[in-house]
């Protein structure tokens, strides 16, 4: 997994590219460390270059729901297609998350 983020507008824009998968747990609470630092008026989370997602890797949302449920942040995910929506979906996240 590759991501970035970046501050824009009191919240964040933040691109997530690869695979999100068990390999990648030990990324997971750098990513919310560096969510912490940035605005919690809104995180919008781009997965147009996300390849695929495993159940681990979606606990990623998992604890970022809680963060951002926490602070009173709205969650948006942008472009999640194929394979990643339809585990996205599958898992209920659409109940949790506004998705465009």
Do not use: C
């Amino acid at each position: 997994m590759q991501y970035t983020i970046k501050a824009v507008g009191g919240g964040a824009d933040i691109h997530l590219k690869g695979r999100l998968t068990f390999a990648e747990a030990g990324n997971f609470p750098k990513v919310l460390a560096e969510l912490d630092k940035v605005g919690k008026a809104h995180w919008d989370i781009r997965l147009g270059e996300l390849a695929f997602i495993d159940s681990t890797g979606m606990s990623l949302f998992v604890h970022i729901y809680d963060s951002a449920n926490a602070a009173g942040t709205k969650v948006v995910i942008h472009d999640a297609t194929g394979p990643v929506r339809e585990a996205l979906d599958r898992a209920a996240f659409q109940t949790l998350f506004e998705f465009r």
